[in-house]
């Protein structure tokens, strides 16, 4: 492990202004996300929803408005098979992690005695499923007009296609444009991964840190995004835009504050390591503490879909693709063509060198903080709309699929970072046309450890680096 | 303030079986971390698969003692997986796997094409796994009051599963003072400092590091058992926070020390059903409601975690001479 | 040897009549690099190991006589080290083969090499600092059955033989004047204590060869003559000593035979009173630049950068 040079200092001194520092950045980051603390959404009863997970769920009441306990039904889809059962509240859930079409078949030999369906016909009722997002079914109960009502669906819920995750209908066999469909998906979902991990990459690159808060940036990124449209009302690209400034702002106060002083106690690269797991559940938990449990949209439009021959996009992933590569392109820019990025991947080839060759180490750290900090924000902002909803541990979901694709690419190498994260993209949305889809990110993590046991050092890393 | 109820609550959480499986998930990381330098960061996935192990043979109708065997050979083989590619590389190699395999663990288990054996994202509910456990009990029908302390006797979260967790923590700690003062344990040890001097010595130190890896593990699976007794199998809520939870309970007590994982279990959960039930008792829901305590005991146990590693690594029990976290 | 030295102990054999037997031993050896000894213990063929595009390690065929003390020297960036860590299984060469009393050691991992009689220390001191001194002398011993995992926690099973071991301890601790200390913590322990630890933990596994890597770097001036007292004591008790130095004059002191490395390759070998007048050894010496004072910054041209750069990746490497 490498550790970057720096000056001492008061002991003491050092201690106190290190625990101001993390207090205050945590108040900042508090007092920023109070203000969205309005529009929390509640967490639903049973199943909660995830940038990953959907919930169906509705609520069974007999003729007389009394909750129906018992009731089974079974839902069908793209992501397999769930079963539910109405509880004591006549209230049943159940998640799914592939977006869709999906069956719901009520068992009507588990209903109460002397109940029925208002409306034979209505079962299996067909329900449209997003991520991140709930979707009701109604079985209302009894004959003519009377009583049985059934929870209201989720106002987003609403039928509409063109979710990112494809809604290309129930798991038929592996064809060519399933294929298709899966990769481009994957590319796009790849180069959104590889945002949110360039920084990651960079961060240990520089100071030999594994920064287990990183996921914790992106969320930041999105649920800015979702604060200046839904709160402060502005368009999404001022909202972006802001997100991006804050997300950065904040990776170099998170700098300034904790990790050039834990640098300076010279704290070794294990210790700071745990010190980010602590980080990154004081951030988790105070997000949700300040927005809720649920998803929370950032544009409430359901995203247009675009045809391209037997492709079926959607423009918003279209141009999230179109930002990533450009914001991509501008990085590769800054590493190889300007002073200060050849300093940066000087100082993460050799920091001992590069400071001996006048380079300020200390200052490169700090630029690689903000840098990577703005592209996990942008990142965020980006992913957000890719799941069609951001929530409280949207990064923290994601942090691992980052992970993968630095260690894939090769621990501390930007361009690593880019291929391993297409890698990885790519990984998740094809395993999905031979594994169950819930178990998408599972075959990425696989894939890590198999890369592991073959080529330790990464796709693009030198094996010299392998101690 | 109710101060007797608040009390109850916390003395409660002394003696709770979560205290216990957290205890026992801490020591098996303390023979990884603590005593050879191994940055396990999954160990809510032995604890996870272990649970699973246990729940699963015991509805197939295995004997108590069958289910912990496998249990434990669950864990014994997820160590073999995760140590065969990784022991031989760096440590931050180690502890990538780990999360990651944990986080494996945790979605298969959850996904919905395994419902029919794992329950599926819903979980195996404990009334299906624990008659075995509950028959095994000799205590009479009915329930028992000490103190603060009034539980039933055989079923679900009962004396029966009180007492079987303390006393395997009791039994686990005199195995673990037995190691560390033996020549396995200094071996460890010296793997822990430099791994290289001991190799240099002629010690297979990958085969050392995969017993304490297995250990380690072993514990965890038994952790996970006692953890699950009382409620079920939930994969969700044996995710990667959980792993948190008991790095900071070992990092609090004490790495590298005896009881240190027991204090910091107790410390820990007792701190925080105190703050939330004075919170609850003091902050008015209009100003925070009851799920946001919640969040709020989880935000300081974040910032214990942080500031312990920043300020007192060796924790409460350890001697900061003798271990300060310094893993290559 | 001078006044202040301390007498090793009980040498098997009168210590002036090994250094001669060595010395007649190795009389008919041609003073070439790769020459063949009369009764090598280590024999190594075909040796390479690249790191990137640099070749650090370019050895054909190199042989250590049994029972003398060799010395590898040469100028920094030679490879000493990492021919070294090759030997000792601590690195996986390109190419090569080597054996050790006839038993080849080509790949095999270095646990299994020290086991099989060969030890190291190491440049920069592998002493445990969070261990007393004892428990760092105790570990480095053999056929300990309280080591595995089951027999540990039977105490009686192994207490006998961590009599012995602690016994055996005591008295190499003594001989090297750290008796005293055995139950402080080894990261207490000065740069040149450290040293002398390390050695005597090796010598805990009762070695056939101990290979001492820079054993005087760092020491004070006060501690060398009893740190060559101990090296010349092994040779005298049998065992075979190859180390690596940097300081010519204890080369000269010590040694019955060197071996001359630069740029990875065997430039020259011979008795140390004649090697040092070989002109490949002066053209390796002169041809370097370990000395140059890197404070001046006029001389970081990019050759001298990246000099370091390779040594720096050489040095992380062995790491």
């Known amino acids: 492990m490498r550790r970057v040079a720096t000056t001492g200092r008061s002991p003491h001194r050092a201690r106190r202004n290190l625990a101001l520092a993390v207090l205050t950045l945590l108040l900042t980051t508090s007092a920023v996300l109070t203000s969205s603390g309005a529009a929390t959404a509640a967490a639903a009863a049973q199943c909660v929803t995830d940038a990953s997970t959907a919930c169906v ?43 869709g079409d999906y069956t719901v078949t009520l068992d009507e030999d588990t209903l109460p005695e002397g109940e029925q369906l208002r409306d034979p016909a209505g079962n299996p009722r067909t329900v449209v499923v997003r991520l991140g997002s709930s979707a009701g079914a109604l079985f209302p109960l009894g004959g003519g007009a009377a009583g049985g009502s059934g929870a209201t669906p989720d106002p987003g819920a609403s039928a509409a296609p063109g979710t990112n995750a494809p809604s290309t209908g129930a798991s038929g066999g592996v064809t060519a ?43 930041l990124g999105a649920l800015l995004a979702y604060f200046g449209v839904q709160v402060l009302g502005q368009p999404l690209i001022v909202a972006g835009l802001l997100a991006v400034a804050v997300g950065a702002a904040s990776g170099w106060a998170q700098d300034a504050g904790i990790w050039h002083k834990l640098r300076q106690r010279r ?123 951001t929530a409280w541990n949207m990064g923290g979901a994601i942090l691992l699929l980052m992970f993968a694709a630095v260690t894939l690419g090769g621990l501390g190498t930007a361009f690593g970072a880019l291929v391993g994260s297409i890698v990885i993209g790519l990984v998740v949305e094809l395993s999905t046309l031979v594994i169950p889809s819930d178990m998408r990110y599972a075959g990425a993590l696989v894939i890590l450890i198999l890369v592991l046991l073959v080529r330790p050092q990464g796709i693009l890393g030198r094996a010299e680096r392998i101690g | 303030m109710d101060w007797t109820r608040i ?97 494996i663990v945790r979605l298969v288990g959850r996904s919905t094409s395994l419902t029919w054996l794992t329950g599926g994202n819903a979980g195996l509910a404990g009334d299906s796994f624990k008659g075995s456990f509950q028959e095994l009990s000799p205590l009479p029908d009915g329930n028992f009051g000490i103190g603060p302390w009034e539980y039933s006797n055989n079923l679900s979260n009962s004396w029966w599963v009180r007492i079987v967790g303390w006393a395997l923590v009791a039994l686990a700690c005199l195995t673990i003072w037995l190691w560390m003062r033996s020549p396995w344990g200094r071996v460890l040890k010296g793997i822990r400092e430099d791994e290289d001097a001991v190799r240099s010595l002629g010690k297979n130190v990958y085969s050392y590091k ?15 058992i006692i953890y699950a007794l009382p409620r079920a199998v939930q994969p969700d809520s044996m995710g990667r926070p959980m792993t948190f939870y008991v790095w900071t309970i070992l990092l609090l007590g004490g790495a590298a020390t005896v009881f240190g994982p027991v204090l910091g279990s107790i410390l820990l959960w007792t701190t925080l059903m105190l703050i939330k039930t004075v919170l609850r008792d003091v902050v008015p829901t209009t100003v925070m409601r009851s799920e946001q305590i ?9 910032l214990t975690l942080m500031l312990l590693v920043i300020f007192r690594p060796q924790g409460i029990l350890g001697d900061r001479k003798e271990l300060a976290i310094d893993v290559r | 040897m001078s006044a202040e030295t301390p007498a090793p102990t009980v040498p098997t054999v009168p210590a002036a009549s090994r250094k001669a037997q060595v010395a007649r031993d ?30 650090a390690v370019d050895v054909d065929h190199v042989e250590v006589q049994r029972g003398a003390i060799t010395a590898l020297i040469g100028p920094n960036g030679a490879g000493k080290t990492t021919l070294f860590n090759l030997l000792t299984g601590f690195d996986r060469p390109n190419t090569g083969t080597w054996s050790f009393e006839g038993r080849s050691l ?48 039977v105490p009686p099973l192994w207490r006998s033989r961590e009599a012995e071991i602690t016994a055996q301890a005591e008295e190499l601790l003594a001989r090297f004047k750290l008796l005293e200390k055995k139950d402080d913590f080894a990261g207490s322990l000065s740069g040149g204590q450290r040293k002398l630890l390390e050695m005597a933990r090796a010598l805990m596994t009762k070695p056939t060869m101990v290979m001492l890597d820079e054993p005087m770097a760092g020491v004070n001036p006060a501690l060398t003559q009893s740190l060559l007292g101990h090296i010349q004591a092994l040779r005298d008790e049998g065992t075979t000593v190859l180390f690596v130095e940097h300081d010519m004059h204890m080369v000269r002191h010590i040694s019955d035979w060197v071996v001359v490395m630069a740029e990875g390759r065997i430039v020259a070998e011979g008795p140390p009173e004649t090697v040092m007048q070989n002109q490949a050894v002066v053209d390796a010496y002169l041809g370097a630049h370990h000395d140059t004072d890197l404070g001046d910054d006029s001389l970081l041209t990019d050759d001298v950068a990246e000099q370091l750069e390779a040594e720096a990746l050489v040095e992380k490497e062995q790491r």
């Open chain 2, 210 to 224: 995969m017993q304490a890896l297995i250990l380690g593990g072993t514990f965890g699976a038994v952790a996970g």
């Open chain 1, 177 to 219: 444009q399933r294929v298709l469909q899966q990769g481009v998906s994957g590319l796009v979902f790849g180069l959104l991964l590889a945002l949110a991990s360039v920084g990651l990459s960079l961060i240990y690159g520089t100071t030999g840190l594994s920064n287990f808060a990183h996921g914790e940036q992106v969320t």
């Open chain 3, 26 to 55: 190795l009389a008919d050896v041609p003073h070439a690099p790769g020459a063949p000894k009369p009764d090598a213990i280590l024999v190594a063929e075909d040796v390479t190991r690249t790191f990137g595009g640099m070749t």
């Open chain 1, 57 to 99: 769920g509705g609520t069974i009441r007999t003729a007389a408005g009394e909750p129906a306990v018992g009731v089974k039904l079974t839902v069908d889809g793209p992501g397999g098979s769930v079963e539910a059962e109405t509880g004591a509240d006549g209230r049943w859930s159940a998640a799914v992690t592939t977006a």
């Open chain 3, 106 to 153: 080509g790949r095999v991992p270095a646990g299994k090499v020290a086991r099989a009689g060969m030890v190291r220390t190491f440049q920069l001191t592998k002493a445990l600092s969070r261990m007393t001194v004892i428990e760092n002398m105790r570990l480095g011993a053999t056929h300990q059955p309280g080591e595995n995992l089951l027999t540990a926690l």
């Open chain 1, 267 to 389: 704290l070794g690269p294990t210790q700071q390591m745990i010190v980010t797991i602590g980080l990154s559940m004081v951030l988790q938990y105070a997000f949700q503490y300040f927005v809720g449990g649920g998803p929370l949209r950032i544009v409430r439009e359901n995203p247009v879909p675009v045809r391209i021959g037997p492709l079926l996009l959607n423009q918003q992933s279209i141009f999230s693709a179109l930002i990533a590569l450009v914001a991509i392109a501008a990085v590769g820019y800054f590493l190889l063509g300007t002073r200060t990025g050849r300093a940066t991947r000087a100082v993460s080839d050799n920091p001992a060198l590069a400071a001996a060759s006048g380079i300020s180490v200390e200052r490169i750290v700090r630029i690689v903080w903000t840098l990577g900090a703005g592209l996990a924000a942008l990142g965020g902002v980006l992913l957000g709309l890719y799941f069609n909803a």
């Open chain 2, 7 to 103: 009390l109850t609550n916390v003395a409660g959480e002394i003696i709770a079986p979560t205290t216990a499986a957290y205890a026992l998930a801490a020591i098996g990381l303390n023979v990884h971390f603590g005593m050879t330098g191994l940055l396990n960061f999954g160990q809510a996935g032995f604890m996870l698969i272990g649970a699973y192990g246990f729940a699963i043979a015991s509805m197939a109708g295995w004997p108590v003692w069958a289910s912990v065997l496998v249990a434990m050979a669950c864990a014994v083989v997820f160590a073999l997986i995760l140590g065969i590619p990784t022991l031989k590389l760096r440590g931050d190699y180690l502890s990538i796997v780990t999360i990651a395999a944990a986080e």
């Open chain 2, 294 to 302: 919640e969040m709020l005991g989880w935000v300081l146990v974040g």
